[in-house]
């Protein structure tokens, strides 16, 4: 008869090879930011080869841990499926600096500059596959993506945001400063306008930009959804194409969305009815990336 010891041990051994990845804090990512942001990773227990990687990055209120552990938010479910590794940057405040001179340029020594660097150690520590590097978020997180991809273009390939600003649009005098006309859909502009701003945080950067995917909802009460308009405006400039969409579906991915592409780079989602923030959608994120 197997004695109880036997059947625990194995139960552990068990649970800790279906169970064991989890998310570890890396204290020491290197690179020059003045930022404090911490960074976590998470590493699934059938990774890759040269593995794809996902940067998720949390929305106020919240931190890597809470964020990676909210059922809602489906990332960690991603990289178990398909075997990519993420990364869950933490803000050093409340919210994302999505607002200071520091962070909204390039290597300024800000929060966008403490990922770019959780970005460039992941890539070399994990041998990530360059080509397949992307950024998530929601709310501050996604007012931050949009950063990224405007001081970083170079360090991925595409981004999808939920219920988040043009970047640029937070801007002001303070770290992490809230801005209402902003947040209430009263910061407009040309596409020109926002394009040149997207511009201002690489200056003179010629290459790759990554595709954008935007989210929102449409009765969002915390981030206007005049914001949506404004990202639209940002990003059709940068890739240089209509505002008016090459094509759009009703009740796309589900009822009550709808889905407009704007050329192949450039996609929005525009859920009526719904607050914020946006939910994730991880199939639809993950096959914008082309993540398989």
């Given amino acids: 008869m197997m004695h109880f010891s036997t059947l625990f041990t194995i139960a552990a051994l068990a649970f800790s090879s279906v169970y064991g990845a989890a998310l570890t804090q890396v204290s020491n990512y290197g690179g020059k930011a003045t930022s404090k942001a911490q960074m976590w990773v998470y590493v699934p227990d059938n990774v890759k080869p040269n593995p794809s990687l996902v940067v998720a990055i949390h929305s106020c209120e919240s931190s890597a841990q809470k964020y990676f552990q909210n059922s809602k938010i489906p990332w960690k479910q991603g990289s178990d499926g398909k075997g990519y590794i993420s990364i869950w940057p933490s803000a050093p405040q409340s919210c994302w600096d999505v607002s200071s001179k520091s962070t909204l340029v390039r290597n300024g020594g800000g929060d966008s500059n403490a990922i770019a660097n959780m970005i460039i150690y992941a890539m070399d520590k994990y041998k990530v596959n360059a080509t397949q590097v992307f950024v998530t978020g929601g709310s501050s997180g996604a007012m931050m993506g949009n950063v990224m991809a405007a001081a970083y273009p170079d360090l991925m390939s595409a981004v999808s945001v939920y219920s988040g600003v043009a970047a640029g649009c937070y801007a002001g005098s303070g770290v992490a400063q809230w801005n209402n006309a902003c947040a209430n859909g009263q910061s407009t502009k040309t596409a020109q306008a926002w394009g040149d701003v997207a ?89 914008w990336f082309g993540l398989k």
């Avoid at 206007?224 to 990202?231: I, K, L, S």
């Avoid at 405006?233 to 796309?252: E, H, L, P, R, Y």
């Avoid at 009550?256 to 991880?282: D, E, F, M």
């Fill in 199 to 287: 511009r201002a945080m690489y200056p003179g950067y010629n290459g790759t930009r990554p595709r954008m995917q935007i989210w929102h909802g449409s009765v969002d009460g915390t981030i206007a959804p005049q914001n949506y308009q404004e990202e639209l405006k940002q990003w059709t400039n940068i890739f240089g194409v209509s505002m008016t969409a090459t094509d759009s579906k009703d009740n796309t991915p589900e009822k009550n969305y709808k889905t407009s592409n704007y050329g192949p780079n450039v996609q929005g989602i525009y859920a009526t009815g719904v607050g914020h923030s946006c939910p994730a959608h991880l199939a639809e994120s993950e096959a």
